[in-house]
């Protein structure tokens, strides 16, 4: 269950290729949503729950009818809701719900592209939302998803619009203005982004040889580390290890356990970190070594600045 609705807005357009993720939205209807702010003078504090492996999940209204709770993920560049009995007062038209990518892709959703949402999580509020909407029973998996106990998944909605903060100690997401909010102390880390998801650069100290890596950062992967194998020649897929099955929307993917690593983010070294190394992961060996989940970023009170391209790393009291 380490990889939640990973949801490619360029997936959606089949085999075209645009360049950018915003270029994307704006074929598929993908508009901005209008953003309200309860107290514009203040940040807004957002309470979470935490599930399993660290996931964040707030809570929210929809359409103001329906309660539901959405996973954080920065690997989400558009906003995903399931159809279930829990939605099912939305009354949303499912009956033209296709694949919505490539065929074998497991992360690619079956689904339809719906409008018209409104989300509101208490201090902040989206309207004129689109969403993808996946049927629940679609999803394979259904105990571990279900455990999770989410209706939806909100990412560059969000992320695109406010510095936002994550503080797993406090269980708050805090949500700042771009435009005043300044750095402080800790660790920071530039980011580039493509087709909605960031990245940024990092090194792999194996045996005192460091190995540099571009590296995918992924809130909704609530696994510490993935490393794709064959992706660099120091990443070598394990003989043997204990394994571990990633649930996809459409489908399941095996991993296997690597020895533990240690990762230099800049001046921050964290030690001993358990890498996965998945058996198949159809994203191009050429885009990315790999993936920082949820389950390392949570040791941390991490802050995304997208506007800034940066994400900030900093001690838990």
């Not at 996973?71 to 038209?93: F, H, N, Y």
Request: contains cysteine.
């Amino acid at each position: 269950m380490n990889r939640f609705l990973r949801v490619v807005a360029c997936g959606l357009l089949l085999a075209i290729s645009v360049s950018g993720c915003d270029a994307h939205r704006a074929l598929m209807g993908f508009k901005n949503p209008v953003i309200a702010i309860a107290n514009p003078a203040e940040p807004v504090s957002l309470p979470f729950r935490e599930g399993p492996g660290g996931l964040v999940l707030l809570q929210a209204r929809i359409n103001g009818s329906t309660d539901a709770e959405f996973i954080l993920d920065t690997g989400a560049p558009v906003t995903v809701l399931l159809e279930s009995a829990r939605t099912r007062a939305l009354q949303i038209d499912m009956s033209k719900a296709r694949r919505l990518g490539p065929e074998g892709d497991p992360a690619v959703p079956f689904g339809v592209i719906e409008p018209g949402f409104s989300i509101d999580f208490g201090g902040v509020s989206l309207s004129g939302l689109t969403a993808v909407v996946i049927p629940q029973a679609s999803l394979p998996c259904q105990e571990r998803f279900g455990a999770v106990d989410f209706q939806g998944v909100i990412g560059a909605d969000l992320f695109r619009h406010f510095v936002v903060e994550i503080d797993h100690a406090a269980k708050q997401v805090r949500l700042f203005d771009p435009r005043s909010w300044r750095p402080g102390h800790g660790t920071v880390l530039p980011l580039d982004m493509n087709d909605g998801h960031i990245y940024t650069n990092l090194s792999l100290d194996r045996d005192g040889s460091r190995v540099g890596l571009r590296m995918h950062i992924d809130t909704g992967r609530n696994t510490a580390l993935s490393l794709n194998a064959g992706s660099h020649p120091a990443l070598v897929m394990p003989a043997s290890g204990p394994r571990k099955t990633a649930c996809y929307v459409q489908g399941i993917v095996e991993s296997i356990r690597g020895a533990p690593v240690d990762l230099v983010l800049d001046t921050l070294v964290v030690k001993n970190v358990d890498p996965y190394y998945p058996r198949e992961d159809r994203v191009r060996l050429d885009e990315r070594n790999g993936s920082i989940g949820i389950g390392l970023l949570k040791r941390y009170v991490v802050t995304f600045d997208y506007a800034g391209k940066r994400m900030l790393l900093r001690e838990r009291a």
